[in-house]
Structures are given as C-alpha cells and as structure tokens.
C-alpha cells in the first residue's frame, strides 16, 4: 500500500541502498523544506527497516498533505529494488548501492519515469555511464551524482576571487589531496576495498572528488591527456588503495591529484596563478564550523644583495554555510537544488554533464595505469 499523495511543491523519494552515506542524505531531503523519504530499499528486509528505525530516531520524517500541512509518517521498508522503484508515492531515487550495481537501477528508475541521485563513481566504465544518462535524458528525468560540495557556496565565492584581477591571475596548477588511513580490517571487510563491488578503490572513493575539483577549477573543461598510477593496490593489484594522477589542459593549465586509504585524513586543494594562489583545507567536507573558508596568498621574495625576505602576505575569506546538517550546508542544498529540477520539469543538464566527464577521466586515469603511466588522450 502507498502513503498519500503529497503537495506537487515536494518530491516524494525512495532510497535504495542502506549505506552510512544515506543517513545524512536522509536528513538533507528533511532539511531541503521540498523534499520526504515515503521508502527504504534493501535486499535484507530488516536492515531497511533497523535504517529506518534509527534515522526517524534522530530525524523524524514527515509528509505533507494537499494544503501543505506537514505530518509524520513513516517511510516504507520493502525489499526489492524494483518494487520501490514502482511505487506511486516516489518520485526521484537515491542510489547509495555498490559501483558495479549501479547501471543496472539507474537505468530501471529512469524507464519508469524517476529522477536519479547516484552515489559516485557513477559507473565501472564510461559506457556504462553513458547509458545511465542516455535513459534519463530519454525519459526526461533529472540525473545527478552525489558530490555534495558541487552545491557549496564557497565555491562560486572562490570562483569570483580567482576571476578578479590581480590576485591569483592565469591559472597555472591545481593540486588536490584526498585521503584517510582505513584500519586493518578494510582490505578483507570493506567494500571500498572489493574488486567485485567497487573496482576503482580510492580512485573512485576519493579522486572522483580530486577530479571534479579540477574540473570545476578548469570551467568544466575536460583535460586533453592524463596519465595516472596506482601506488598500491588491493586484490592482487585489481582495486587501487593509493593512486597519483597528473592532467594536462588545452592552455597550459595542469593539475595532479594523490588519493589513499593509507594516509591520514586530509582533504586539501590549491589552485595556483602566476600572482597569488588559494588554498582550501576541506575541500571535500567542510570542517565543523558556520562558515567554509580559505585563504588566498601573495607572497613576496625580496632580494637586496645579502638581504633576503620572503613575506608573508595570506588573507583569509569564508562564506556562512554549516558544515553539515542545516539548511544552509551544501548536502541539504544538493537535495535541494534537485527537488527544484524535478519540481520545475527542467533537468539540470550540467549536473549529467559533469558527471559525464568526470567518470571519462577517471576511465582515461585506468587506463594510463594499465599502461604503465603512459599519458592517455581523451
């Protein structure tokens, strides 16, 4: 049995997939003020219900009825993906399920007319990728993948410091860090770590963020050759554990990326000019605070015979935006930003977009390390 219709100003969402990464999900479509979870998916009946069961501890749901009165209401447990998929109460799926299971729901979600939010890596291959956007773009229906930070504020306000003249000037290198230092039981009890369920590892755990940064510091341009290598691998050599990547752009720009699961947590970005440079220390998830900041330097070398002075010249900027878990954080504002897609019939073309190209380089980076580093074209 369905829950009531809702009011057409909120989307109606099904998970699929009871991933930690859901939970905070879960709260973000609470937050987003367009957005109510009517059910949960998992192949084990009782997982989907225990998901259930904490998040409305912590986060309980509501629904919302034709004048906009809202309610609470349980969200549905069920365990069969396509069920949930044909539900009449879910209008858009979250896909939080494994790297190689992906194509598969994607594509079934947008023939029955659902908009899609994926977890990232989109996809095994390139191909596959395109086909999941091709039925969505067939179907007319909003595709996204779940990189929260697309959506910070921070990023626009970067954006504007690295346009303005005089301070970073022509961009010359973008250079991202992502990593944290998993346990000892990650190889043998972590998915991440399972060629079968994610073949790219922390490649597609952690450099698709490296990758997406670049991109959106290149204006969405894609690189014309990358060459990367797996440092060391799980699996016999299969599933990266730390992987180095470097890309060239069509204007001199380049970028390199180094991702882990056997380092600390760290989480910085740097885009440099040939006046200044920015610097960004949770590029990925902001550290806990009502602001998301970074810095932009110009330092100085002076050189006067035996006296030499490099000085310091470092300014400090933010926009207010939580951290995570309010209605301004850059989670709410992805679910956000997608309820008003699918709300107004218009799906976001450059969220597919960058998508797209994103996957497309972490292909090209797969392949350059199957052939030693050799620079691949794309």
């Given amino acids: 049995m369905t829950q009531s219709t809702n009011s057409p100003s909120h989307v109606r969402w099904g998970i699929i997939g009871a991933a930690q990464i859901a939970r905070k999900n879960w709260k973000a479509i609470r937050m987003s003020g367009n957005g109510v979870v009517s059910a949960v998916a998992s192949r084990d009946l009782s997982r989907a219900e225990a998901f259930i069961h904490d998040c409305c501890m912590e986060v309980p749901p509501v629904t919302f009825d034709a004048s906009g009165q809202a309610t609470l209401a349980r969200p549905v447990a069920v365990d069969d993906y396509q069920q949930l998929i044909d539900r009449d109460d879910v209008d858009a799926v979250y896909i939080a399920l494994p790297t190689s299971l992906r194509k598969r ?3 079934a979600a947008a023939n029955a007319g659902k908009h899609v939010l994926c977890e990232k890596p989109m996809a095994v291959h390139a191909d596959d990728a395109e086909e999941m956007i091709g039925a969505c773009r067939a179907n007319n229906v909003t595709f996204m993948d ?20 005089g301070k970073v000037g022509t961009l010359r ?4 860090h992502f990593s944290f230092c998993a346990d000892d039981s990650f190889q043998s009890d972590n998915i991440r770590a399972n060629a079968d369920l994610e073949p790219h590892g922390c490649l597609g755990d952690l ?3 490296c990758i997406r940064f670049t991109l959106w510091a290149a204006d969405d341009r894609l690189p014309t050759a990358v060459s990367g290598r797996a440092i060391t691998s799980y699996e016999g ?14 204007d001199d720009l380049s970028a390199g990326f180094f991702c882990s699961f056997r380092c600390v947590n760290q989480q910085t970005a740097t885009i440099t000019g040939d006046l200044g440079y920015v610097t960004v220390d949770d590029f990925v998830l902001p550290f806990v605070d009502a602001e998301s900041k970074w810095q932009l330097h110009q330092h100085e070398l002076q050189v006067d015979n035996c006296r030499w002075n490099f000085g310091r010249h ?12 309010e209605a301004d954080s850059q989670e709410v504002r992805m679910i956000r930003s997608f309820g008003e897609s699918v709300l107004s019939g218009t799906p976001d073309a450059r969220a597919a977009d960058i998508a797209m190209k994103t996957q497309r380089v972490l292909d090209a980076l797969r392949r350059s390390d199957a052939e030693k580093g050799a620079w691949v074209t794309l």
């Fill in 173 to 176: 290198r973008v250079q991202t």
């Fill in 146 to 165: 779940g990189v929260m930070f697309d959506h910070s504020q921070r990023l626009p306000a970067m954006k504007q410091v690295l346009a303005e003249p």
């Fill in 237 to 250: 050599g299969n599933v990266p554990a730390e992987f180095q990547g470097e890309l060239k752009f069509d």
């Fill in 207 to 209: 450099g698709w963020y």
């Fill in 105 to 107: 729901w994607v594509v």
């Fill in 314 to 325: 470092s300014v400090g900027d933010a926009v207010r935006e939580h951290a995570s878990g």
